[in-house]
Nanobody, 118 residues
Framework: QGQMVASGGGSVQAGGSLRLSCTGQ????????MAWYRQAEGAQREWISS???????TYADSVKGRFIISSDKVKDTVNLQMNDLKPEDSAMYFC????????????WGQGTQVTVSS
């Protein structure tokens, strides 16, 4: 079972932006839908956005209007553009594929840390 690789995290001030990327470690994710989750310290993992393999997109209310999920079939990545970041967005961010293809059962991976200071 493969793992996901999330990257692009970092430390920013409130109001700033970051762009996260997600790819499969050694396998293509182009046949999968993709979901982004985040987990703040001491909190449960929270779903924040998904895109299906045919492009149907949904967002959690907490990020709607600020975050944009997109698929790049050429680069075989799914990105999360995060704008107008707030301190409460600070968390470890993970991506997880879903769908009927066997590669879409890949494991979470280590995630990427986002820290937003006020």
């Amino acid at each position: 079972q493969g793992q996901m690789v999330a990257s692009g995290g970092g430390s920013v001030q409130a109001g700033g932006s970051l762009r996260l990327s997600c790819t499969g470690q050694g396998f293509s994710i182009n046949t999968c839908g993709m979901a982004w989750y985040r987990q703040a310290e001491g909190a449960q993992r929270e779903w924040i956005s998904s895109t299906t393999d045919f492009g149907y997109i949904t967002y959690a209310d907490s990020v709607k209007g600020r975050f944009i999920i997109s698929s790049d079939k050429v680069k075989d990545t799914v990105n999360l553009q995060m704008n107008d970041l707030k301190p409460e967005d600070s968390a470890m961010y993970f991506c997880k594929p879903f769908g009927g293809d066997s590669v879409c059962a890949a494991d979470w991976g280590q995630g990427t840390q986002v820290t937003v200071s006020s």
